[in-house]
């Protein structure tokens, strides 16, 4: 194997937890998480909020200790050789790293002396990243006057300018206007393309994930359920999604009864995979518009009143829906 087709990143069986108080159990927010991540390629943690996506990132990023597991970034051992991983490696975090005070470039050279960049060196470092991020109109400007997404960009642009090998960004759009994650999109998608700079990014954004990784993985609880490319992921699953919306019952237990008897009905329609969360049942089938007729049919007999049918190709959210078990917007 050539030195880059090494993983960028391998992380086998991490386990973290947290203690959660005197009467509960620890808190396992990694749960014998593994992954790995090839050289110059972006790979997404997708998962809804409080599923260990930053935990994981902690831990890759040396903020935190696993209590058990390894993982080696950038070729260096998290837990044996810390420093070194450090200087490999850039993180974004979910909160701004900038001084809201300091100006955009001043925040930059700040950065870079940290960093062990000469004077000089920091300035011009601080130059190249205002011009590519297309920050130099601001760079003389206070932070704190920076709209939402200028200031994400100059946290990434933070994180670049001692030239990391791997890039950690920890939901890097979350907040941002469609504009803003657009413009912050291309340029993620750049630093692995031009750069062939590695990107391990976290998200509970589905378009996200699909959109800017070459791979991805769900995290549900501290685990990976699933990982593969955007595409695999979508064509394992065969057909259509048929979502079927009942009338709401009178109570909880009435529509726990009423979704049972549906989730049958639509069985004996020819739906496979059903599952029913409150007053919604999804289901599969070869061709959703094909069976929307004996779906209804089905309904119909059993004596149930329905409310809607739709039909969806097969999406991320479906992919969620399979091995998580329920879908992206109940976890969240
Ligand atoms: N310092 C801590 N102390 C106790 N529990 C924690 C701590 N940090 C995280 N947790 C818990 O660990 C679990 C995983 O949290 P984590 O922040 O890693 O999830 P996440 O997927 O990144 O979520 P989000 O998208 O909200 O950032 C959650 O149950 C969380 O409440």
Avoid: C
Avoid at 117 to 134: H, Q
Avoid at 268 to 290: F, I, N, Q
């Amino acid at each position: 194997m050539s030195e880059s087709s090494y993983p960028a990143l391998d992380a086998a069986d991490l386990v973290k937890t947290y203690p959660a108080g005197k009467e509960a159990p620890p808190i396992r927010a990694l749960d014998g998480l593994s992954v790995s991540v090839a050289p110059g390629s972006v790979f997404a943690l997708l998962g809804p909020n409080g599923a260990g996506k930053s935990t994981a990132v902690k831990v890759l990023t040396t903020l935190s200790r696993a209590d058990s597991g390894r993982a080696v970034v950038a070729g260096h051992d998290v837990a044996t050789a810390p420093d070194r991983v450090r200087r490999s490696i850039g993180l974004v975090s979910q909160k701004s790293s900038s001084d809201p005070l300091a100006t955009g470039r001043e925040n930059l050279v700040l950065a870079g002396r940290i960093q062990g960049l000469t004077r000089s060196a920091a300035a011009a470092r601080a130059a190249e990243l205002l011009d590519r991020f297309d920050l130099t109109g601001a760079a003389g400007r206070p932070a704190r006057t920076y709209s939402g997404g200028m200031a994400r960009k100059l946290d990434v642009a933070i994180g670049l300018v001692h030239r990391p090998r791997v890039l950690f960004l920890d939901e890097p759009t979350t907040g941002l206007d469609p504009q803003a994650r657009a413009q912050l999109w291309a340029e993620i998608a750049r630093l692995a393309g031009d750069e062939q700079m590695t990107v391990l990014l976290t998200t509970h954004y589905l378009d996200e994930a699909d959109h800017l990784a070459h791979r991805l993985a769900i995290v549900d609880a501290g685990r990976i359920v699933v990982q593969g490319t955007p595409e695999e992921l979508k064509s394992e699953l065969r057909g259509d999604t048929v979502h079927v919306g009942l009338a709401a019952a009178a109570d909880a237990s009435d529509m726990a009864v009423t979704a049972a008897t549906a989730a049958e009905a639509l069985l004996r329609a020819g739906l496979r995979e059903v599952l029913a969360e409150g007053a919604t049942l999804h289901g599969r089938a070869d061709s959703g518009a094909r069976a929307v007729p004996s779906v209804l049919a089905a309904l119909d007999a059993a004596g149930l009143a329905v409310d809607s049918v739709t039909v969806s190709r097969p999406s991320l959210d479906d992919v969620y829906l399979r091995y998580a078990g329920r879908t992206f917007e109940a976890a969240a």
